[in-house]
């Protein structure tokens, strides 16, 4: 008997130590750096560096909770209880290989993978391997919201987006935190859709849609009669290739950063902000124009500038502004100094 305990015993507890004292590298750290990014007074793309993808992270809290919830329900049933790895998943895998092959890597393994071993040239059971025990080593080393937040600013939602808020950009054109019960559980059926992303199928894309909903339902999380009114409902997915808009701006924009704030403008990953109306008409004029990056220290700042990777603002204690009057025609300049830049 005390052999049988020892056996299971010292195993578990050799994982243990393994997943709270081997070497791992910050997972924050190992995040692509995402291109530049400018976007309009209410959040529409203006223009995007795509070489990396298009990638605009964000935090947990601003995700709408259904979209989060339909992630869930799509990638990891038992996200919030198992440690990385799911046993059910892995015997259920096993079993049902030959005839309705399932996947059963956790949302935690899925994000080991992209983040630790896109070069991996291992076999596949070896690669299974260091994929659960980097699962391990990341569950017992940041709270499952961290690593929800890390999946979703990463996973690859097709058309070049990677993470939902620049997905619910690219697709509906709203914000990560707007989307509403059809956009979410479309989006989230998105990263396990058969074939190629890039040529956008909407047909096999609600099929995964249908499957989400069935899995919220099957949840408790939405009634069967709100499933089937999202399942049925048309939704405006946005062009592929969208003309750019006020390219002129844009480049106005980016060339005042440039000159007022070189060390900045020089970074990668910066989240361009500005005060153009983008609205119904896509006007190509705004009233007020940045010509810097500000932060919300005024009432009606012209513009933010983020830096993703650390998650940090640069405010300016006096936001160098061009503030155009429209009956005047004529521009006023404030002075300006950066009061902090993030290492």
């Given at each position: ?152 600013n990463d ?14 950009r690219v ?137 993703p990777r ?34």
């Amino acid at each position: 008997m005390r052999l049988a305990i020892a056996a299971v015993a010292v195993p578990l507890v050799l994982l243990w130590l393994y997943a709270h004292l081997a070497p791992l590298p910050d997972p924050e750290r190992m995040l692509t750096t995402p291109g530049t990014v400018v976007l309009a007074a209410d959040g529409t793309v203006l223009q995007r560096d795509t070489s990396a993808g298009v990638r605009i992270p964000i935090a947990l809290s601003q995700v709408a909770p259904i979209a989060l919830q339909a992630t869930i329900a799509a990638e990891d049933q038992r996200f919030r209880s198992h440690p990385g790895v799911d046993p059910i998943a892995i015997v259920r895998a096993i079993f049902t290989t030959s005839t309705q092959p399932s996947g059963a890597s956790t949302i935690t393994q899925q994000l080991a993978r992209r983040l630790y071993l896109r070069d991996s040239g291992d076999s596949l059971y070896v690669r299974k391997l260091h994929e659960a025990l980097l699962a391990l080593q990341l569950e017992a080393r940041r709270s499952k919201d961290q690593i929800l937040e890390l999946y979703l600013n990463d996973i690859y939602y097709g058309r070049g987006a990677y993470g939902i808020e620049a997905a619910a950009r690219v697709y509906f054109g709203v914000s990560a935190r707007d989307l509403d019960l059809a956009q979410a559980t479309l989006l989230a059926g998105l990263p396990q859709l058969p074939g190629g992303f890039d040529s956008f199928d909407l047909s096999r894309a609600q099929m995964r849609q249908r499957y989400v909903l069935d899995r919220l339902v099957a949840g408790h999380t939405i009634s069967a009669a709100q499933a089937d009114e999202a399942a049925a409902r048309r939704l405006a997915i946005l062009p592929e290739l969208a003309p750019p808009l006020a390219p002129h701006f844009v480049q106005y924009a980016l060339d005042q950063l440039a000159r007022v704030a070189p060390d900045i403008a020089g970074r990668e990953g910066l989240i361009v902000r500005t005060t153009l109306d983008a609205g119904p008409r896509r006007s190509a004029a705004s009233r007020t124009t940045s010509a810097s990056c500000a932060t919300r220290t005024s009432a009606t700042p012209p513009s933010s500038c983020s830096s993703p990777r650390a998650g940090a603002s640069w405010p300016w204690s006096a936001a160098r502004t061009m503030r155009t009057t429209p009956s005047r025609g004529r521009s006023t300049w404030r002075s300006s100094r950066v009061s902090r830049v993030p290492r």
